[in-house]
């Protein structure tokens, strides 16, 4: 089993940034992908990033490209995600995720374990 805790979100002003991070716990697989959701009211659950184990596959959902970098410190076993120039349509609960096989994928029905969230809300 694998514990997520996510923590960074908040309440920001449009153009601001924020990092997220992503502690995993227990049975922790380090090695493996791990990757960044969203949800905001009414909507379904997005992908915005993924970062396979080794750090060399990295995927970001297009709203986010030149705006965000997930980065991993594997000694910590935690995931980050940097997000700049904010827009208040990012708004948006955000969930780390952990996926026990290898390759980056963007559906969320792949992933295995999951984080509480972590709430980001961008202010116009």
């Known amino acids: 089993q694998v514990q997520l805790v996510e923590s960074g979100g908040g309440l920001v002003q449009a153009g601001g940034s924020l990092r997220l991070s992503c502690a995993a716990s227990g049975r922790t697989y380090s090695r493996n992908t791990m990757g960044w959701f969203r949800q905001a009211p009414g909507k379904e659950r997005e992908f915005v990033a993924g970062l396979d184990g080794s750090g060399d596959q990295t995927v970001y959902v297009d709203s986010m490209k030149g705006r965000s970098t997930i980065s991993r410190d594997n000694a910590k076993n935690t995931v980050y995600l940097q997000m700049n120039s904010l827009k208040p349509e990012d708004t948006a609960v955000y969930y780390c995720?952990?996926?026990?096989?290898?390759?980056?994928?963007?559906?969320?029905?792949?992933?295995?374990?999951w984080g509480q969230g972590t709430q980001v809300t961008v202010s116009s």
């Open positions: 995720a952990a996926r026990i096989l290898w390759a980056v994928v963007t559906r969320a029905d792949e992933y295995d374990y």
